[in-house]
């Protein structure tokens, strides 16, 4: 698909894993129409329609029904941790700045993180101009 390649070729390009979805127009067009409650089930089930179209398939139940992992840090765990970990204080700092997501950012330092960086490289000035320094420099140019 040439839409998929242009895409990741645009995204490597930038360092950004960028994850696209497998619906076209009509996909999301025929999903917007389904009644909520088949979107999303009360009982809180991730990815009903999937798994219940998986479920039609000759898949295994245990992969069908099998709960969704986070992707973790399986190619340098040690390095992540020690990031977020020197980043923590100023991850707090910026959950201090955005009170309304400061709930949801506390366990999620990283998104917190990124939030402050992404702040510092594309708001600040309004990106007008290529932002450059290490993650702490720009951190604290947002705190």
Excluded: Y
């Excluded at 390009?13 to 979107?39: I, N």
């Excluded at 009360?42 to 479920?55: C, I, P, S, W, Y």
């Excluded at 100023?90 to 700045?97: L, P, Q, S, T």
């Amino acid at each position: 698909n040439f839409q998929l390649r242009l895409v990741d070729r645009h995204s490597m390009a930038h360092s950004l894993e960028v994850r696209v979805p497998f619906l076209g127009k009509s996909h999301r067009e025929a999903s917007s129409k389904l009644p909520m409650d088949w979107r999303l089930p009360n009982n809180m089930e991730e990815k009903a329609a999937l798994r219940a179209a998986a479920d039609l398939t000759n898949l295994p139940k245990d992969i069908v029904r099998r709960p969704k992992l986070p992707a973790g840090t399986a190619t340098s765990p040690s390095l992540l941790k020690n990031f977020l970990s020197d980043l923590k204080p100023r991850g707090d700092e910026i959950c201090k700045r955005f009170p309304k997501f400061a709930k949801v950012l506390a366990g999620q330092p990283e998104l917190a993180i990124g939030l402050g960086l992404f702040e510092a490289m594309h708001i600040l000035d309004g990106g007008r101009s290529k932002r450059t320094g290490s993650a702490i420099e720009l951190l604290d140019e947002v705190i």
